[in-house]
């Protein structure tokens, strides 16, 4: 038996003759990279100012930078600093380009880390409410999975539509903000300041 022809629609055709295309996707993808490059340096810097983690071993480990073609079928870079990851303990901001979505900061704690920083993430909360400037477009991550990041209902919540309950008794915490690619020109200042809101939430209430 002779195999299925395999075809390609006019659009793919037209597509796989365009070698311009495919070159401006990796012009885009360098340049996500390099821009990741300096924002982990103003991260080094900017985290250096919280005593709260003075001696704090995960601050110590270089940023790395990332990127896969696979998420979800499309291409991504992200960025991870602090960064440690073990079965059982994690502590882990990570910087994330998504093609054709957005880009977000996640902030991930798990097991000892979780009940260190947990309460003062609770004290934020508590204190600034569900819809203080502080507090809005925040999401909550929901899922079973840490290392999903989209930002679909099963993923991720509001933190306007969260029950309020304390985060250290979740498996994992998992907080998010994101910003549309349209922003490009914002995107350095938006990771950094809400970076910096993270160490102050970690360590600060």
């Known amino acids: 038996m002779s195999a299925a022809k395999v075809t390609l629609s006019p659009k793919e055709l037209e597509l796989v003759n365009?070698?311009?295309?495919?070159?401006t996707k990796n012009r885009i993808i360098q340049k996500v990279t390099d821009l990741f490059g300096e924002i982990s340096n103003t991260y080094r810097s900017d985290a250096g100012k919280y005593t709260g983690f003075a001696h704090s071993e995960v601050f110590n480990m270089e940023?790395?930078?990332?990127?896969g073609e696979q998420y979800q079928s499309l291409p991504y870079v992200m960025l991870d600093y602090p960064r440690f990851f073990t079965q059982q303990d994690v502590m882990a901001i990570r910087t994330f380009f998504w093609w054709g979505n957005h880009c977000s900061i996640q902030l991930v704690l798990k097991g000892r880390y979780l009940a260190e920083y947990g309460p003062s993430v609770n004290n934020y909360f508590q204190l600034f409410g569900k819809y203080a400037a502080e507090t809005r477009d925040w999401y909550i991550g929901i899922g079973s999975d840490p290392w999903?990041?989209?930002f679909e209902k099963d993923n991720?919540?509001?933190i306007a539509d969260w029950n309020g309950q304390s985060v250290t008794g979740l498996p994992f915490l998992k907080l998010a903000k994101k910003i549309p690619l349209q922003e490009w020109d914002d995107i350095d200042q938006f990771m950094t300041?809400?970076?910096n809101r993270l160490l102050a939430m970690l360590t600060e209430y």
Do not use: C, E
């Open 193 to 195: 300041r809400h970076f």
């Open 156 to 158: 991720y919540l509001p």
């Open 63 to 67: 940023p790395k930078i990332s990127k």
């Open 18 to 23: 365009n070698a311009d295309w495919i070159l």
């Open 148 to 150: 999903q990041h989209h």
